[in-house]
């Protein structure tokens, strides 16, 4: 495979920290900066526009970051993202604070996203987005360029609004989702250490082609 988890981008590096969880089929490229006991799982893409300087001309504006903080979780098949330039003119970077839960497909770009939040399942927060802390994004919710949530509220829809507050039983599970992912990312980070048993691999294949074998010829 010529799949590369890390990559740079011209002068720009990713910076993990060693305990860290990156799964083996994530992409992390550039600027991106994920913070300890962080994890960021199968499928996952986070991508910073970087520059090159071709002699006193930028070909590629030098913007933006990401920047992951520790503790959190960014679920399979997200998508964090940043660009060197948009429609209003304003661009931003991607910060993502401690303890927060990205459900699975969600989409943050250049927002930010402070410590105990939740952004839900397949939700898409654009350009400008300020979700504070023990606020909660609805699965599937569509958040506006520019739209401050609140701490304590939910919001949801297309485009997204206020809904009600969080309960406190809410906001502790906030905090328990994260750390229910941090445990679960040692038990897939020691998995993925491990050597592949080719053999015991080559008995499920076999068992599987066996399964699915019709029954009429």
Known sequence: SRHRTLMNVYDK??????????????????????????????GCVMREDACVKVDHFVASGDVNSISI????????HSLVHVA??????KVHPTVIGDNVTVGHSAILHG???EDEAFVGMKATLLDGVVVEKHAM????ALVRQE??????EVWGGNPAKFLRKLTDKEIAFIAESAANYKNL??????????????????????KKAKEDKPLIQ
């Not at 799964?23 to 992390?28: D, E, L, R």
């Open 13 to 42: 590096a990713p910076v993990v920290a060693k305990d860290a969880f990156v799964a083996p089929s994530a992409s992390i490229i550039g600027d991106v900066k994920v913070g300890a006991g962080s994890s960021i799982w199968y």
């Open 69 to 76: 903080g520790s503790g959190t979780n960014i679920q399979d």
């Open 84 to 89: 060197k330039s948009n429609l209003p003119g």
């Open 111 to 113: 927002c930010t996203v």
């Open 137 to 140: 994004v609805a699965a599937g």
């Open 147 to 152: 739209t401050r949530i609140p701490s304590g």
């Open 185 to 206: 990312a040692e038990v897939h980070a020691t998995k993925n250490a491990e050597p592949l048993d080719d053999t015991e691999f080559l008995k499920v294949i076999q």
